[in-house]
T-cell receptor
Framework: DAGITQSPRHKVTETGTPVTLRCHQT?????MYWYRQDPGHGLRLIHY???????DKGEVSDGYSVSRSKTEDFLLTLESATSSQTSVYFC?????????????FGQGTRLTVV | GENVEQHPSTLSVQEGDSAVIKCTYS??????FPWYKQELGKGPQLIID?????GEKKDQRIAVTLNKTAKHFSLHITETQPEDSAVYFC??????????????FGDGTTLTVKP
């Protein structure tokens, strides 16, 4: 398995509180991504990073921010959590930008906003 | 943007039978089509992929076909086994994006293989 660690694995938080999820990789891959997975919606990209301090928005970025200060860490922050952000969050990494390059996924973080 | 539709959403087969999952995509510029398997409580894992300049690719019991003209691609699993039971996702990667993982995913197919 690729060296990807997501923390925490499970979290319950209250509406309106800030939440930060962490993705840590030991593969030294340049590209990192945050996805959310909801029943019936597959995986949807929230934000991604193509290098230290270089990030960009995905298709469902509203309400989320990210930061990448080191190659190995990619943080996803919910500034003020809402119930619609209850989901399973996956981090992924890939080595290069071209097609035919495998993306490796972490184990996921289950977030419940009550 | 790209739109990927995946069918069926659920599929139940008898052990030893074949299973076929189909996906269509909307953007003809997409050039890479990976398939992922997700087991319960785990992240998706790549099982096979195909590039737009190839029509078919096979890896043991798994094969993928691509029809660029019709903009659809399919996953074929032969001689299914109970351990093939999982959720399968197709994805389409649009050329020119900055990261290989920035793909658009289908909604998934839950495959159940009955012993």
């Amino acid at each position: 398995d690729a060296g990807i660690t997501q923390s925490p694995r499970h979290k319950v938080t209250e509406t309106g509180t800030p939440v930060t999820l962490r993705c840590h990789q030991t593969e030294n891959h340049r590209y990192m991504y945050w996805y959310r997975q909801d029943p019936g919606h597959g995986l949807r990209l929230i934000h991604y990073s193509y290098g230290v301090k270089d990030t960009d928005k995905g298709e469902v970025s509203d309400g989320y921010s990210v930061s990448r200060s080191k190659t190995e860490d990619f943080l996803l922050t919910l500034e003020s959590a809402t119930s619609s952000q209850t989901s399973v969050y996956f981090c992924a990494i890939s080595e290069s930008a071209g097609a035919n390059t495998e993306a490796f996924f972490g184990q996921g973080t289950r977030l419940t906003v009550v | 943007g790209e739109n990927v539709e995946q069918h069926p959403s659920t599929l139940s087969v008898q052990e030893g039978d074949s299973a076929v999952i189909k996906c269509t995509y909307s953007d003809s510029a997409s050039n890479y089509f990976p398939w992922y398997k997700q087991e319960l409580g785990k992240g998706p894992q790549l099982i096979i992929d195909i590039r737009s300049n190839v029509g078919e690719k096979k890896d043991q019991r798994i094969a993928v076909t691509l029809n660029k003209t019709a903009k659809h691609f399919s996953l074929h699993i032969t001689e299914t086994q109970p351990e093939d039971s999982a959720v399968y996702f197709c994805a389409a990667h649009l050329a020119g994006q900055r990261g290989a993982g920035k793909s658009t995913f289908g909604d998934g197919t839950t495959l159940t293989v009955k012993p």
